[in-house]
């Protein structure tokens, strides 16, 4: 079974400076994707970034980047400028690209506190 | 395009009884998965249905169960609800497709069991 670990409980950052989130995953599985999803108070989950394991480059929306590093099964997610909206709980999730099915196996997430 | 809907938004429930849930997917998608998010257990994986068949299964109790219509509409149900059922419960739709990667979700139910 597949496992996904964020290990900072709590992050905070200065509004426009630059903060990363830590994620590591456990899989036997060569062929999976990663998400970073976020859930802001409303509670609604939005996806942020993804990342498909065959392609080496690393994923970029915007302001939000991630360091994907497949050996060391770690996948960080960059929050560039932050900006007070950014202010929410952020989760780690992964997808198995070799089972059928939607799967998503969630890390126990990050609250992200924006002070301005 | 509408998105993902969730009713009821929330939910009181005496322990012992059952409750159903109902989830709307985004039209074309074929794909409802169900998750439970608790502040101990976090966000927990308890069901997928596509084109009306369970598709995965986490592990949950049998009081836990779904279904799925022909429009893709889903409801969960659990019955003899116990205080620890309390939890948000989220839905998440996708086209459902194996090239599909990506789930959208709905704002989910606040179920509070007393």
């Known amino acids: 079974a597949q496992t996904v670990t964020q290990s900072q409980p709590e992050m905070s950052v200065q509004e426009a400076e630059t903060v990363t989130l830590s994620c590591t995953y456990d899989?036997?599985?060569?062929?999976?994707?990663l998400f970073w999803y976020k859930q802001p108070p409303s509670r609604q989950m939005i996806l942020v970034i993804r990342?498909?394991?065959?392609?080496?480059q690393n994923a970029t929306e915007n302001r939000f980047s991630v360091n994907f590093q497949k050996a060391a099964k770690s996948f960080s997610l960059k929050i560039s400028d932050s900006q007070l909206g950014d202010a929410a709980m952020y989760f780690c999730?992964?997808?198995?690209?070799?089972?059928?099915?939607?799967?998503?196996?969630f890390g126990g997430g990050t609250r992200v506190l924006v002070k301005p | 395009k509408a998105g993902v809907t969730q009713t009821p938004r929330y939910l009181i429930k005496t322990r012992g009884q059952q409750v159903t849930l109902s989830c709307s997917p985004i039209s074309g998608h074929r794909s409802v998965s169900w998750y439970q998010q608790t502040p101990g257990q976090g966000l927990q994986f308890l069901f997928e249905?596509?084109?009306?068949?369970?598709?995965n299964k986490g592990n949950f109790p049998g009081r836990f169960s779904g279904r799925q219509f022909s429009n893709s509409r889903s409801e969960m149900n659990v019955s003899t609800l116990e205080l620890g059922d309390s939890a948000l419960y989220l839905c998440?739709?996708?086209?459902?497709?194996?090239?599909?990667?990506?789930?959208?979700f709905g704002q989910g139910t606040r179920l509070t069991v007393v």
């Open positions: 999730a992964y997808r198995s690209a070799m089972a059928a099915g939607n799967k998503l196996t």
């Open positions: 899989t036997s599985e060569s062929d999976y994707y």
């Open positions: 998440a739709s996708s086209l459902g497709g194996g090239q599909d990667t990506e789930a959208f």
């Open positions: 249905y596509f084109s009306e068949t369970q598709r």
């Open positions: 990342q498909e394991a065959y392609k080496q």
